[in-house]
């Protein structure tokens, strides 16, 4: 049998969500990233995981529920497509620790612990024309973290860390 799993901390200190900042990337190698969702809180950053398995039941859980309600193929196709871009809204309603533990990659470390953190617009390579993208920089007393974003996540990272940009 599994451990038994203590409550909450999240639960039990009151520890409340301050910001999302959805679908960071973090390169790895050949061109292929993990993509993470930063949920910031009053007392520390989780960083949870996305991954495939994850997305795909999340796409076939927006289908059966509108196979379910009667939904023809193209708005269950919208609905397929919101539930993938869209799958950091989840979060909004979950407790920080049960975000936490949703994956075993998944960490955190302490808010506390963040000297500075802010967005940077970027291009690849040298060319003009090519699309922008956001590198999302976070100092810590620990050490350094660095995302990418293909949208501006700004307004998410300015409210998930107020003046320590």
Do not use: H
Not at 1 to 25: D, H, Q
Not at 57 to 81: L, P, Y
Not at 101 to 119: C, D, L, T
């Amino acid at each position: 049998t599994p451990p038994s799993t203590p409550a909450a901390p999240g639960a039990a200190y009151g520890e409340r969500i301050i910001s999302i900042v959805p679908n960071l990337k973090k390169p790895k190698s050949f061109g292929r990233w993990d993509t993470y969702n930063l949920v910031v809180t009053d007392r520390r950053c989780v960083f949870a995981l996305l991954t495939a398995d994850m997305l795909n039941r999340s796409i076939q859980e927006a289908n059966e529920r509108g196979k379910a309600e009667g939904k023809g193929f193209m708005d269950r196709w919208g609905d397929q497509m919101s539930a993938s871009v869209g799958y950091w809204r989840r979060y909004e309603s979950m407790d920080p620790e049960a975000v936490l533990g949703e994956n075993r990659e998944n960490y955190s470390f302490e808010r506390s612990s963040v000297r500075r953190a802010y967005v940077e617009q970027r291009r690849r390579g040298n060319q003009r024309n090519s699309s922008p993208y956001w590198e999302v920089i976070i100092e810590t007393r620990g050490g350094n973290y660095k995302y990418e974003s293909d949208t501006d996540p700004s307004p998410e990272v300015s409210r998930a860390f107020g003046g320590r940009g």
